[in-house]
């Protein structure tokens, strides 16, 4: 294998080292020149936030040539020395020594001038995006999650599962599906009037998954400890800036555990994931606390360090409905939490996370566990403060009898799930899990607002270019 010639900015920044000859490759973020007879370019790799300064002598073979061509968003491969820098911004910088252009950028065309460009603006420019401070340490935060949620799970002697995208089963009550047609959509086969999905590709009616907990459960009940993380697809007309056609979700599966247990390893996953990123993403969220919110790494420290509330939804409605506050949606006992009431419970009340439990069963799926009461199951959810619900999870219903009543009485054909009965017919298990959404994770992580722009190409409604 050849070798490379790069090395990343981020090494040379972190080494801090002088160095007689290194050779860096990126892109310009501005060139400013001096009246001295020298230039500087700030280059970025993406290896990390910082760029690094590089000081180009007028003197440079062919300079004149190249002058022209060094803008904004042009790409470039300096060597050069690396000394040590006598500005407090940097460690080092660079003398360059050879240069070459890579690819132009030119400035009448290149949309990312240095001015500010606002988030929605940037969400047009898709393709360009990655190159801006946001985005780039929003997609280096991303990362070291996603790499943090395989260590977590490892380390604790879960198994990666990987469950299906496309599904014939509907994890009921998470949410409406995409379907997956090979069909022709102007004249497609039909009998008696209706659609004959016996001509479509898997000879049924198949979507992108919701949810790959029911696959999940199939595993757990052999391997006992599964984890799945992969897209997920729900086809819901929702414009909020917390749901998005397609996210990327974690779903736990333990067997022999209660939902306590389950509580327990949702606090403190969202705890271990919290400490990961402020050990390893320091420049990154640092840069966030600055431009984004203020208080996010008081706010980050805070969820990790404190234990969370625990309620049950009773409680929940009761505290609800005595406050003061004026909400939107009226709270009664046994409708939905609103995002309003949710947030208002972990920022006012609590000011730290919280996990309502035990929901009115008219009001959960079928899988969840049924209480002794007969009117609420073992479901939880975890609220945090500004962004309300990140994770939905229960103990599923592991007895063969009442899982089929809970069938009959959600209007289900039992037979559909013959299956999911199975698992309860033979060797059945207490087990539990939940759902983390990965994109709500890195928003709160970051502090950005809008769950498109911690995505590389959010899909929402009306919108699914680049
Ligand atoms: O609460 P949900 O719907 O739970 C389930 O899907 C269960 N099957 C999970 C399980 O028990 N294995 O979704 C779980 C989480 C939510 O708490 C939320 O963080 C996220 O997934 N989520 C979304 N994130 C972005 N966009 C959407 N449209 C989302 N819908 C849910
Ligand atoms: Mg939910």
Known sequence: MSELRRTPIKQLL???????????????????????????????????LKNLQIIADHTLASWQELQAKIHTGACLEISGELIESEGKKQSVEMRAGELKVFGEADPEHYP???????????????????????????????????????????????????????????CEGAGEMFQVTTLDLDKPPRVDGAVDFKEDFFGEKTGLTVSGQLEGEIYAMALSLVYTFGPTFRAENSHTSRHLSEFWMIEPEMAFYDLE???????????????????????????????????????????????????????????????NQKFEYAVEWGGHLQSEHERYLAETVFKKPVIIYDYPEKIKPFYMKMNQDGKTVRAMDVLLPRLGEIIGGSQRE???????????????????YWWYLDLRRFGSAPHSGFGLGFER?????????????????????????F
């Not at 592991?398 to 037979?415: C, H, N, T």
């Not at 709160?444 to 995505?455: K, L, M, P, S």
Request: charge should be neutral; include cysteine; proline fraction near 4%.
């Open 112 to 170: 990312l001038q240095k001015k500010f460009h606002s988030l929605e603006y940037l969400r047009e420019i898709a393709h360009l995006r990655p190159r801006t401070n946001t985005i780039g340490a929003v997609m280096r935060v991303r990362s070291r999650l996603a790499y943090a949620v395989h260590q977590f799970f490892v380390d604790r002697g879960f198994i990666y599962l990987h469950t299906p995208i496309i599904t014939s089963s509907d």
């Open 398 to 416: 592991d007895d063969y009898e009442v899982l089929k009543s809970r069938f009959d009485a959600k209007g289900i054909d039992p037979k559909e």
């Open 441 to 465: 994770m890195v928003q709160f992580a970051t502090g950005v607002e809008n769950i498109r722009d911690v995505i590389p190409f959010p899909r929402f409604p009306k919108h699914a270019k």
């Open 261 to 323: 247990n389950d509580m327990d390893l949702a606090e403190e996953f969202i705890k271990y994931l919290l400490g990961e990123v402020l050990e390893h993403c320091h420049d990154d969220l640092e840069f966030f606390n600055q431009r984004v919110d203020k208080n996010l790494l008081t706010t980050l420290a805070h969820v990790k360090d404190t234990p969370f509330e625990h309620i049950d939804y009773t409680k929940a409605v009761e505290l609800l409905r005595k406050s």
């Open 14 to 48: 972190s080494e801090g080292r002088a160095h007689p000859s290194v050779t860096v490759q990126g892109w310009v973020r501005t060139r400013r020149d001096s009246k001295g007879g020298f230039s500087f370019i700030e280059l970025n790799d993406g290896s990390c």
